[in-house]
């Protein structure tokens, strides 16, 4: 097997060039050769090669058959050898994967997050009784502190409990509940002492090197 001098500009394109253009030769040659065992023997030995080019790969499920999908891939399917996976297709890569939904904002009301919505679409299948109803609550109490953290520093319980009925397509509804929801102090002091504790958890640890000192003994 031999290789002539090449210009880049005379070489074609490699399909997967992470593995370079000896491995791409590599496989077209063992297209090119006659018997089915030279070509069995000859893609277990570059299947081979392909893992030790790409170790990083070794941990990753299904190892093997990931190499052996490319090893065909590079041959543009045209490698007759057996391989112990199934062998795919050209239709098969050419698929358009099916596309992605994008998350469902909180309608117009942003500053509740997209976990508002969840956990009211849970509460809405709960069945009515002492539970959901704590939930809900529990839910008007959570968006009452995220419309603190984002807007001003008080809000009525009955901006809360619209929104709430807005946002659970008018399903959940606390407008004539007489139960109050958390003080606005509260809730921002909890902020704040929270905000608190994580600048203090971050101070570097200040060392007293004359008390040190002093506790050292004398010879």
Same mark, same amino acid.
């Given at each position: 097997?031999?290789?002539?001098?090449?210009? #880049?500009?005379?070489? =074609? &394109?490699?399909?997967? =060039?992470?593995?370079?253009?000896?491995?791409?030769?590599?496989?077209?040659?063992?297209?090119?050769?006659?018997?089915?065992?030279?070509?069995?023997?000859?893609?277990?030995?570059?299947?081979?090669?392909?893992? #030790?080019?790409? =170790?990083?790969? *070794?941990?990753?499920p299904d190892f093997k058959h990931k190499l052996w999908d490319q090893l065909y891939i590079m041959s543009e399917f045209k490698l007759d050898a057996e391989s112990p996976y199934p062998q795919p297709s050209r239709e098969e890569l050419q698929e358009k994967p099916s596309g992605l939904a994008y998350p469902k904002s909180a309608s117009r009301y942003r500053y509740y997050g997209n976990n508002i919505q969840t956990m009211i679409d849970i509460a809405l299948s709960w069945e009515d009784g002492d539970k959901k109803e704590a939930l809900v609550f529990t839910i008007a109490n959570h968006m009452k502190k995220c419309y603190l953290n984002w807007n001003k520093d008080t809000v009525d319980d009955a901006v809360i409990f #619209?929104?709430?009925?807005? &946002?659970?397509?008018? /399903?959940?509804?606390?407008?004539?509940?007489?139960?109050?929801?958390?003080?606005?102090?509260?809730? &921002? *002091? /909890?902020?704040?002492?929270?905000?608190?504790? @994580?600048?203090?958890? @971050?101070? /570097? =640890?200040? @060392?007293?090197?004359? #008390?040190k000192n002093k506790n050292r003994k004398r010879y």
């Open positions: 097997m031999t290789f002539d001098l090449e210009y #880049n500009s005379e070489r =074609p &394109l490699m399909i997967i =060039p992470e593995y370079g253009r000896h491995i791409q030769k590599l496989v077209d040659h063992c297209v090119a050769l006659e018997t089915k065992e030279e070509r069995d023997k000859m893609a277990k030995a570059i299947v081979d090669v392909m893992g #030790n080019l790409q =170790p990083h790969l *070794r941990d990753v #619209n929104h709430l009925y807005d &946002l659970s397509d008018r /399903k959940l509804d606390l407008r004539n509940s007489e139960e109050k929801l958390s003080e606005s102090k509260n809730l &921002l *002091r /909890k902020r704040n002492s929270q905000g608190q504790n @994580h600048s203090k958890n @971050h101070k /570097k =640890p200040h @060392h007293n090197h004359q #008390n």
